[in-house]
Structure formats: C-alpha cells, structure tokens
C-alpha cells in the first residue's frame, strides 16, 4: 500500500509539472573507452557516448531529466550533476560511497532528478576516481517558457567547457600518486572543448572555434572542469560583461579576466563590435601555492568574425592574443571574486542556529616503516578540514548507511571548530600537520540556518581553495585575507547582495564566510574540488536529518540503486 501511495503521489507531481508546461528529459549515456588523437598521440579514453566532452543537455527550470548510465568501460563510475539541489532525490546526487555505490563494469543505473529554482549553466561529470578528466559534459538551464532572460536575448549561446588533459591514463597517474604518496604528475595541456588549441603541438587543426558575426551579442557559458587547476580567462580585444555564476544570475558588471576555479561556471555576454578578424579566447593556470609543480601552458580557442566580405583573414594572420595575469596573481583573481553580486537584495537567512569554523588545508602522514614515501621529507601527502582527513567508506555509501541506520560505517562527531587553535595562516608547529583520518559527518537539523568560515591553512602550503557542497546552493558573504577575526571581519559582510554559487574559492592564507538553509535532507558531501585534494582527504560530509512529513524527507532509494 505504501509503495502504491508513493507512485501515485509521484505520478500527480509529474502531472502537475508537465500542466505547467515542465518537460521531463530521457538520455542515455553509455561510458565506454573510446580512441582519441590529441598531441600527436592516439589514446584510448573514458568517455559518455564516445563523446569527449560528454552530450550537453540543455534543459528548462522545472523540467526532470532521467538519465540511465550503463557503464561499459572497465572502471567503477557514478556521474554528479554538480550544481543541481537535489531536493530530496538525494540518491541521484552521484558522488561514489556517499549517496551511492560505484556502478560497477556492466551494471546501469537511472539517474532521476527535477531542476527547481535554478537557471542558468551547470555541468555533470564522474565522481569515482579520477574518471572526471575525460568524462563530463555541459547543463545547460534556460527559464521556463514564456519567461525571459534578466538580460537582452544573446543572439548565441556557446557552452566553453575549461579541461585538464594528461598523456597518460589519469587514473593511473592517481593510483601511482597514491602509492608513492607524492604529488601527482602534472597535466600536459588544458583543454576548451575538448582541444588544447593552437599553442600545442599537432592541435593546431583542430582548435576550437566560434563563429560570430559583426555586432551581434553572445552569451558564453565557461565551465572549468579542470581536475586541479584554477584558469584565468581572457578574450582578446574584447570586455565581457559577467551575468551569471553556478545557475545563478548576477548583476552584470565588465571585466577583461575571469578567474574561475575548478567546479565553478560563469556566464559572459560579449558583444562582438571589433574589427572582423579572428580573436584568441586564452585561458591559463591561476597558481596560489608556494613551491607546486603546475601546467604552466596556455589553451586557446579562436573567436571568428564571419563579416559576409570578400577580406581573407585566414589561418594566414595570427588572431590576436589577450593579455593574462601572472600566475600567480592574487590581485587579480580577488578582484574578479569582488565583483560578483547579486542583482538585487538577497533575503539573508537568519537567526544562525550553526555557527560553524573549518580549517582547510594540506598536511602530512609518516612513512609507514621500511617504506619510501613520495612526500617532502619521506612523508606521504594527505590534507583534511578541522583536523580530520575524510576517509570513503568502502563497503556501503554514506547515504543507504544512514537511512537503513547501519552501524560501523559513520560517526557523526565531525567537529564544529578546529581541536586546537593555531595562527592559522602563520607558522604552524609540526605537531598539527598530521592530521587524523576518519570518516566523521556532521549533523544539521532540518531548516537550520548554517554559517561557516573557511580558513585556509598555512600547513605544508598555503592555496586557493575552490570548496564545492553537495545539494545546496549558498551565500558568500564575505572573503579576506589572514586569521578570521568574528569580531572584526563581521562587519565586512554583505548583508545586501551577496552572491549565491556552489562553489567558493577561500582565498591563499585567507578566509571566506558562507551561509546557507539546511532545507534539503539527506547526506551532501563537501569538499575541495581539486581532485588531488579530494584523494588526500579534504572533504567532509552533512547529514541533514528529515524534517516534517514527505515533503521534508529524503526519498525512497530507487529500487536500481548500485549495492557494494
């Protein structure tokens, strides 16, 4: 009787959505090893639908997309609409041992979710292992019919994917960090759809290029799916005017630089009023941390003014270059963060009823006995938040463990503030740079009110960390520089026109403070989206509980849910 009640219920609100004009979305994507050619190598490749980038689905606020992955390919694989609330359907989340179990070689899986009060661009991508550098694709959310855009209508809209490239099998290049303990190799190109562009060697034919004509006005949706590594962005000749980040609208404002961190996205009109030549899109490392190897090479698409004259300015006359910050060039990566606001006042949630403080940052284990370890000083890398390095459970996810109340594979006495008290950002004793691994969750209440700092750490190394939760959307309501001081930081905030995102980069020896609703139950994972952080630990997971009656409370998991 009660599963017929729930079908039924389910049924009226798929009526509902589709009387108000709702579609509901059904794709396939099939993951599976495909044969690719970038830098002069031909490479065997994960990839959705043999894609690369993966299918964009391009869907409207309020629609339900289902989506069946049949894994063909030899690894475990889940896949994260990374952005997407999720409101109840936490079993569609996708990140692997925290609302699933990995699908394993020859199994499938149905995704099934509702966008609800987003618009804008968001991206899917693997969340097992290090399938993301080659599997994902692009979300793109328009508003629902008969609603427009806070913005003149764009007279095209170009999906600009920002990736991370390696020679070698990424998951191998993971699997021998993890054994060594040492850093992972760098990336040998970034990518913009998929191409590395005219910079590397053998790409040059196959750079990505758009095609605009004089005067008119595009919308380009820039996703960095990059692994490990923040972009600089820049077109040449051209200023773009900046009006939306992770599904959420902001109010315009020009820059010539976007700085965006892995996880994020940031919509940008740009008018197409120079002289119809063709135009270098660049993008290239943003490195905050001392002494790390990084990519230092440049990706490159090509902006082509299709003029309808008789003028050839083909491959023959170069584009032009745009001119980018120096790597390491906090100023302006925290000018770019600056600007970001919402376009009108923001109703702020409040009283907070969690007043939260999470350290974030690097650290180090011993070398186990007789071993040889990749890290500084024969140690093994691993990083954490409040001193705890989050450790996946293999046996169960964090979700089917949770709402079947099964023991041993959680704790949830993930601490609300740091053990111990440190200055932060100066010289930290070596006593605190090991920290303890675990796998603890904190628990929330259903409805309240969470605010946390996030300071990073000067442990090991100073960075820039892009930290992306799972199921929610929240408000920066301030960034700054140094130890979180409550007393005197608090007046920084903006309690006017915050900006919502997904994802917040916590600014290089610097704090950023977030506030959000826990109004979606469930447990949501969150995290430092580069991936070589997230493999050493830098992740912590929210059970939020239940609240009042169905429409507060997790669903059912469907009956396909991949077991371990």
């Not at 993951?31 to 980038?53: D, S």
């Not at 063709?278 to 299709?306: K, P």
């Not at 995290?527 to 009042?548: K, N, P, Q, R, S």
């Amino acid at each position: 009787m009660a599963s017929s009640g729930i079908r039924l219920f389910l049924l009226s609100l798929l009526g509902f959505a589709l009387l108000a004009g709702a579609e509901v979305h059904e794709h396939e994507f099939i993951v599976q090893e495909t044969p690719v050619k970038r830098l002069c190598n031909e490479h065997n490749i994960i990839t959705v639908n043999g894609q690369f980038p993966g299918p964009t689905l391009e869907v409207r606020e309020g629609d339900t997309l289902v989506i069946t992955v049949v894994n063909h390919a030899q690894y475990n694989v889940t896949i994260h609409w990374h952005g997407i609330r999720q409101f109840r359907t936490g079993w569609a989340d996708g990140p692997e041992f925290v609302t699933q179990c990995p699908i394993k070689p020859g199994g499938s899986y149905k995704y099934k979710f509702t966008i609800e009060r987003q618009e804008g661009t968001l991206w899917w991508h693997a969340h097992s292992s290090w399938l993301r550098a080659t599997v994902y694709g692009a979300l793109v959310i328009r508003p629902r019919e008969g609603k427009d855009y806070p913005f003149e209508k764009p007279s095209r809209e170009v999906p600009l994917m920002l990736g991370e490239w390696w020679n070698a099998n990424p998951i191998d290049v993971i699997r021998e960090a993890q054994r060594t303990g040492g850093g992972p190799n760098v990336s040998d190109a970034f990518t913009i759809n998929g191409q590395p562009g005219d910079l590397y060697n053998c790409s040059r034919q196959d750079t990505t290029a758009i095609s605009v004509k004089p005067g008119e006005t595009a919308l380009l949706r820039f996703i960095n799916s990059a692994l490990n590594h923040e972009l600089f962005v820049s077109i040449a000749g051209h200023k773009m005017t900046v009006v939306g980040v992770d599904a959420s609208y902001t109010k315009p404002f020009a820059t010539s630089v976007l700085m965006i961190a892995p996880g994020q996205t940031t919509d940008v009109l740009v008018t197409m009023d120079q002289p119809p030549t063709r135009y270098y899109v660049a993008a290239r490392a943003y490195i905050s941390a001392q002494g790390v190897a990084f990519d230092n090479t440049t990706t490159t698409a090509v902006i082509e003014y299709d003029c309808g004259c008789d003028t050839d300015f083909g491959p023959s006359i170069p584009p032009a270059f745009p001119t980018l910050p120096a790597f390491n060039d906090t100023g302006a990566a925290t000018a770019f963060a600056a600007g970001i606001k919402s376009p009108k006042k923001v109703e702020i949630p409040s009283p907070v009823d969690e007043n939260l403080f999470f350290t974030v940052g690097l650290g180090l284990f011993d070398c186990k006995p007789g071993q040889q370890c990749g890290g500084p000083n024969n140690t093994r890398f691993t990083a954490s938040m409040n001193n705890v390095s989050f450790v996946f459970p293999k046996t169960d996810s964090l979700l089917h463990a949770h709402y079947y109340d099964i023991p041993g594979v959680f704790t949830t006495d993930f601490p609300a503030y740091p053990p111990v008290q440190f200055d932060y950002t100066g010289n930290v004793s070596r006593s605190l740079w090991q920290p303890i691994p675990a796998t603890k969750l904190y628990k929330l209440r259903f409805g309240s009110v969470v605010q946390i700092v996030l300071q990073d750490t000067s442990i090991v190394t100073p960075e820039n960390h892009p930290i992306h939760i799972h199921g929610y959307d929240f408000l920066v309501l301030a960034e700054g520089f140094g130890n979180y001081d409550a007393e005197k930081d608090a007046q920084k905030f903006n309690l006017e026109n915050p900006p919502q995102r997904n994802t917040v980069a916590v600014p290089v020896n610097g704090w950023a403070v977030i506030r959000f609703r826990a109004d979606n139950p469930g447990v949501w994972l969150m995290h430092c989206h580069l991936d070589v952080h997230i493999t050493w630990g830098l992740a912590m997971a929210f059970l939020v509980e239940d609240g009042y009656g169905e429409l507060e409370s997790l669903e059912a998991p469907p009956v396909d849910l991949p077991m371990c």
